[in-house]
C-alpha cells in the first residue's frame, strides 16, 4: 500500500483534487447505497473529538502521540470525524503502523460518540478495539482476549465492520484475522489510540486502494443476499402475482406508447388494454414529435388533439413554450427551421406543421411517421427532390407564445387521421401483412432513443425498435448528398450556428422571444411571481450571450437529452386528462420498492444495502 504520510498536499492543489476524486469514486463503488449528503462517510480523523495528547497532520490521515507514556493514564485515542453509515452494508478502513515507538502500545477498533478518548479503544463499554503489543481484542472492558498476533512497524491493520450481521473482524496485511466482536450497536466511529512517545500511523479510510480484499469479501455477501431474494418461497398465490405483473407490464407499455408491443403482450397473457389505441397512438405521435425537438407542433397538435388541456396546466405551456425557444436556437423547432429553405419571396410567411404521417398527401411522401426521423428543413439544407414540400402555398403561423392554436390546414396536424382503424378484428386477421397498420405501427411510431442536432438525426440511417435496430433509408437516393452539393460531413459543420445560420429564422426566434417574455409577464398577474419561471426563461435566453450556445455555461439546455423529461411531463399530463394514472404503476411499484430498500438500509437493515432493485432488473 502506498504509503500515505509522504507530505500534507494543500487544498486547491492538483494533486489534492485528484486525490479526492479517486477517493469519491472509491467509496461510491464501495458504498453506492450510501447517501453523504444525509449520513457522510468518515474520511479522517477529527481534530475536534481527540485527546491531547494525539496530534494530527497530513490532512487529518497521521496520528502521533506527543504524551508523557508514563502508564495507561497516559493513553489517548481520536474518532473518525463521521461515524459508519448503516447504509454500508459492509465498512472498511485500514491503518498502516508507521512507526510502533517505544512500546507499541497502539489499539485500533470502534467507539460510539461519547466514550473517554483518554482511553485506548475497547477499554470501556461501546468500545471495541485491537490492540498491537499483545494481538488481543478488546471488548468494552480492560481485560482482553486472545485473538491475532501482534503488530508492529511497517503492518498494515484493517477493520471491516459486517452492519449485516453486526459484526467485526480484522485483516493484518490483507489476511483476514477472524472475528472478533458480534452484537455491535450501531453508529460507531472508526477509532485510533495510542499511549507511548513515538508511536505514528497513517489511516485509509479509502484515499488509497486497500490491501486486503475488501471487494470480494463484499461481492460474497451480495451472491448471499441475492440467493437468500431467489430462494424466497412464493407458495400459492403465483398466478395472483403473475396477473398483477402482467397487467402492471401491460399499463407501461400502453404509457410509453408501445402500441404493438401492447397488443402483442395482451394476446399472449389474455389481458385488457385500458387505452383506446387511436388514443395511444396520439400520444406517441406528440412525444415523437418534442424528442426530435419540434416542439412547436407538439403544441400544436396537443392543443387540437386535447382542447384545453394546455390552458389548464399554464405551468405546462410555459415550460413547453421555453423549450421551443431552445429548440430554435438549436435550429430544430419547425418555425425556424422550414425558414431556412424557403425561397426569399416567401420568407414572410411561416410554413404549416409538416405532415405528421406519410400516408397524407404524396407531396410529403419523404417525412417519416410521427416527425422523429423527418430529414427535412434541417440548417438550411434540403434534399432537392423534395424541396418543394414546403411551398408557401397553405401555410399556417405557429400558435405564438400568447395564443392558442391557429385554424389548420391540410398540412397541419389537425388535418391528420390520428384515428387510424387499429381494431383487434383487422390484427388478427392481417398478422402480418404490410398493409396492417396495427402490425406496423411500431416500425413507424415507437419512440426512438436517438439524438438530433439542428434537426439531423445522428446516425440516422439505423432507428432503435423494442430493443433492436432496423436499418431504412429515411432519405431516398443521393444519401450522400443532403441536396444541394453540401456533404453530410460539411453540413455537420455548419450546423452548429444559431437557428442553422438563417436571417430570417434568427428574426423569427427573436420574435417568438418577445412573446414568451410576454407570456411570463401575463402568468405573473394570474398567477403571481414564479421563480421557476423567472429563471427558465433566463437560461433560455442566455443562450443568445454566447456566440457558440453549445459551448456555454448555459448550452446543456441545447442537449437533445433535455427533452425528455419535459416528453414525460407532457405525456403525464395528457393522461391524467384522461383518467387514466399519470405515472405507471410498474414504475410507482420499483420506485416504492427503491426507496423502501434504502429507507431500510439506512435504519440499519444492513442486508438492504446489498438488495439494490435495479440488480433485479433484467
Not at 158 to 179: D, E, H, P, Q, R
Request: aromatic letters at 8%; one cysteine or more.
Amino acid at each position: 500500500m502506498a504509503e500515505l504520510g509522504a507530505g500534507s498536499l494543500p487544498l486547491g492543489d492538483p494533486a489534492f483534487n485528484y486525490q479526492e476524486h479517486e477517493l469519491n469514486e472509491r467509496l461510491k463503488r464501495l458504498y453506492p447505497a450510501v447517501n453523504e449528503e444525509e449520513t457522510p462517510l468518515p474520511r479522517s480523523w477529527s481534530p475536534k473529538d481527540k485527546y491531547s495528547y494525539i496530534g494530527l497532520s497530513q490532512n487529518n490521515l497521521r496520528v502521533h502521540y506527543k504524551g508523557h507514556g508514563k502508564n495507561h493514564k497516559d493513553a489517548a485515542s481520536v474518532r473518525a470525524t463521521h461515524p459508519i453509515p448503516a447504509a454500508c452494508g459492509i465498512y472498511y478502513f485500514e491503518v498502516k503502523i508507521v512507526s510502533k515507538g517505544r512500546d507499541g502500545y497502539m489499539g485500533i477498533g470502534l467507539s460510539a460518540q461519547g466514550v473517554n478518548m483518554n482511553r485506548l479503544p475497547g477499554w470501556d463499554k461501546h468500545s471495541y478495539g485491537y490492540h498491537g503489543d499483545d494481538g488481543h481484542s478488546f471488548c468494552s472492558s480492560g481485560t482482553g482476549q486472545p485473538y491475532g498476533p501482534t503488530f508492529t512497524t511497517g503492518d498494515v491493520i484493517g477493520c471491516c465492520v459486517n452492519l449485516i450481521n453486526n459484526t467485526c473482524f480484522y485483516t493484518k496485511n490483507g489476511i483476514s484475522l477472524g472475528v472478533a466482536f458480534t452484537d455491535l450497536p450501531p453508529n460507531l466511529y472508526p477509532t485510533v489510540g495510542l499511549q507511548t512517545p513515538g508511536e505514528i500511523v497513517d489511516a485509509n479510510f479509502g484515499q488509497q486502494p486497500f490491501v486486503f480484499d475488501i471487494e470480494d469479501y463484499m461481492s460474497e455477501w451480495r451472491a448471499k443476499i441475492h440467493g437468500m431474494i431467489a430462494r424466497f418461497p412464493i407458495g400459492e398465490r403465483l398466478g395472483e402475482w403473475q396477473a398483477v405483473l402482467q397487467n402492471m407490464v401491460s399499463s407501461y407499455l400502453v404509457h410509453h406508447g408501445y402500441c404493438a408491443t401492447a397488443t402483442a403482450f395482451a394476446r399472449a397473457t389474455e389481458t385488457m388494454i385500458q387505452e383506446d389505441q387511436t388514443s395511444i397512438k396520439n400520444r406517441q405521435r406528440i412525444q415523437k414529435l418534442v424528442l426530435a425537438g419540434r416542439v412547436g407542433e407538439a403544441i400544436e397538435a396537443t392543443q387540437q388533439l386535447y382542447p384545453g388541456l394546455l390552458e389548464h396546466n399554464p405551468n405546462l405551456l410555459f415550460m413547453l413554450k421555453c423549450r421551443q425557444f431552445v429548440e430554435m436556437v438549436n435550429g430544430t423547432d419547425s418555425e425556424v427551421r422550414c425558414l431556412t429553405v424557403r425561397s426569399p419571396k416567401s420568407q414572410d410567411s411561416y410554413p404549416g406543421s409538416p405532415n405528421l404521417s406519410p400516408r397524407h398527401g404524396a407531396s410529403n411522401t419523404h417525412l417519416h411517421t410521427g416527425g422523429a426521423d423527418s430529414p427535412t428543413c434541417s440548417n438550411g439544407v434540403t434534399p432537392t427532390n423534395k424541396s418543394k414540400s414546403h411551398s408557401s402555398t397553405g401555410s399556417v403561423k405557429y400558435p405564438s407564445a400568447s395564443s392558442s392554436a391557429s385554424s389548420s390546414t391540410s398540412s397541419s396536424p389537425s388535418s391528420v387521421n390520428y384515428s387510424e382503424s387499429n381494431s383487434s378484428e383487422s390484427t388478427k386477421s392481417q398478422p402480418h401483412s404490410t398493409n396492417s397498420t396495427q402490425e406496423t405501427s411500431d416500425s413507424e411510431m415507437e419512440i426512438e432513443a436517438e439524438h438530433y442536432t439542428n434537426g439531423v438525426a445522428e446516425g440516422s440511417s439505423a432507428r432503435i425498435m423494442n430493443g433492436t435496430y432496423k436499418h431504412e433509408e429515411i432519405l431516398q437516393q443521393d444519401d450522400n448528398s443532403l441536396g444541394n452539393g453540401v456533404t453530410a460531413d460539411e453540413d455537420c459543420s455548419k450546423s452548429r450556428q444559431l437557428c442553422g445560420g438563417n436571417q430570417a429564422a434568427t428574426e423569427r426566434m427573436i420574435q417568438f422571444g418577445r412573446e414568451l417574455q410576454a407570456l411570463q409577464e401575463q402568468l405573473c398577474r394570474e398567477y403571481g411571481k414564479n421563480a421557476t419561471h423567472k429563471k427558465m426563461l433566463q437560461d433560455a435566453f442566455s443562450l443568445l450571450a454566447y456566440s457558440d450556445p453549445w459551448n456555454c455555461p448555459v448550452g446543456q439546455q441545447l442537449d437533445p437529452t433535455q427533452r425528455e423529461s419535459l416528453c414525460s411531463a407532457l405525456n403525464s399530463a395528457i393522461l391524467e386528462s384522461q383518467n387514466l394514472p399519470k405515472q405507471p404503476p410498474l414504475m410507482l411499484a420499483l420506485g416504492q420498492a427503491t426507496e423502501c430498500v434504502q429507507l431500510m438500509a439506512r435504519v440499519r437493515s444492513g442486508s438492504c444495502s446489498f438488495a439494490r432493485v435495479d440488480n433485479f432488473l433484467h
